[in-house]
């Protein structure tokens, strides 16, 4: 069974970090390639960053860029998302998501999300 | 950014009848291998997202043959046929051909 567990969601003040993990099990982990993607209270899904399945190339939304940083450890079949000077606007859902191509492309599986609450 | 806009946003259907959701990009989204990387998802309620429809009109496994997906270039719609209870959530069209990825605003399916 396909499986992807987010953690590292919680309640941040405006301008800390926080590091968020996925745990990915079930598949050929290095086969794909994998993302993360959010949503905002009430509100829609928001494309956030993606990487590669050997983690060479990244890419990231303007909204992010400059502040979150993809990784990823394939020994460990997992998945990260640094989180540097949050904003409240950053408080969402986080889903991470499997990539079928390079750094964004169709997303056959989805974890349950982490939520990140970020208010002073 | 390619920007993907859905309508409607809110869709009551009675059961056994079809609905459909269009959703129009702002660039083509026909690459030169012939694929359109348009997906489509849905979301039901304090659920994750999951893969209905992908490169335009290729059903994801396990989902059933009401759904399909049509379309090329700029325009596309998705066709729940013969709609049941548990079809009700929200419905997205993604896009895939460039970074960032972007998404419909989403379309509500309920039932009447």
């Known amino acids: 069974e396909v499986q992807l567990v987010e953690s590292g969601g919680a309640v941040v003040r405006p301008g800390e970090s926080l590091r968020l993990s996925c745990a990915a099990s079930g598949f050929t982990f290095d086969d794909f390639g994998m993302g993360w993607v959010r949503q905002g209270p009430g509100k829609g899904l928001e494309w956030v960053s993606g990487?590669?399945?050997?983690?060479?190339?990244?890419a990231y939304a303007d909204s992010v860029k400059g502040r979150f940083t993809i990784s990823r450890d394939n020994a460990k079949n997992s998945l990260y998302l640094q989180m540097n000077s949050l904003r409240a606007e950053d408080t969402a859902l986080y889903f991470c998501?499997?990539?079928?191509?390079?750094?964004?492309?169709?997303?056959?599986?989805w974890g349950q999300g982490t939520l990140v609450t970020v208010s002073s | 950014d390619i920007v993907m806009t859905q309508s409607p946003l809110s869709l009551p259907v009675t059961p056994g009848e079809s609905a459909s959701i269009s959703c129009r990009s702002s660039q083509s989204l026909l690459y030169s291998n012939g694929n359109n990387y348009l997906d489509w998802y849905v979301q039901k309620a304090g659920q994750s997202p999951q893969l209905l429809i992908y490169l335009g009109s290729n059903r994801a496994s396990g989902v059933p043959d009401r759904f399909s997906g049509s379309g090329s270039g700029t325009d596309f719609t998705l066709k729940v046929s013969r709609v049941e209870a548990e079809d009700v959530g929200v419905y997205y069209c993604?896009?895939?051909?460039?970074?960032?990825?972007?998404f419909g605003q989403g379309t509500k399916l309920e039932i009447k």
């Open positions: 998501a499997s990539v079928r191509e390079g750094t964004t492309g169709t997303s056959d599986y």
């Open positions: 993604m896009q895939a051909l460039q970074t960032p990825a972007t």
């Open positions: 990487i590669n399945w050997n983690g060479v190339r990244t």
